[in-house]
């Protein structure tokens, strides 16, 4: 049975910083694209990040592009986001996604596949306000 787990929403002022956490369990990690969506309230969930198996091609959503950096250990089957320069935009639930086929690239189409099949998490909190 696979898990997602998000952690390191919060509460932060606008410019701030908040690094995110996914680690996925009962799947082999490295194997697998992970990414993040978020969902603001009243809005469609949409995608913001994902990077590949091995790390080496990542993907950004044009609202995060330059703020924010998506990185992988797999040794330690994690998943981060780490957000810089934060908006009131960014405020939005956090969904971590993790790919159920292995060695899928990464892209704009990943994001809409994943909305028919992956493995979600619960979701992390993130709200950006003074």
């Known amino acids: 049975q696979v898990q997602v787990v998000e952690s390191g929403g919060g509460l932060v002022q606008p410019g701030g910083s908040l690094r995110l956490s996914c680690t996925a369990s009962?799947?082999?990690?490295?194997?697998?694209?992970m990414g993040w969506f978020r969902q603001a309230p009243g809005q469609e969930r949409e995608g913001v990040s994902c990077?590949?198996?091995?790390?080496?091609?990542?993907y950004y959503a044009d609202a995060v592009k330059g703020r924010f950096t998506i990185s992988r250990d797999n040794a330690k089957n994690t998943l981060y986001l780490q957000m810089n320069n934060l908006k009131p935009e960014d405020t939005a639930m956090y969904y971590c996604?993790?790919?159920?086929?292995?060695?899928?690239?990464?892209?704009?189409?990943?994001?809409?596949?994943?909305?028919?099949?992956?493995?979600w998490g619960q979701g992390t909190q993130v709200t950006v306000s003074s």
């Open positions: 996604v993790a790919d159920p086929a292995a060695y899928r690239s990464c892209s704009a189409s990943w994001f809409t596949d994943r909305r028919r099949s992956g493995y």
């Open positions: 009962g799947l082999t990690f490295g194997l697998y694209a």
């Open positions: 990077i590949t198996w091995s790390g080496g091609s990542t």
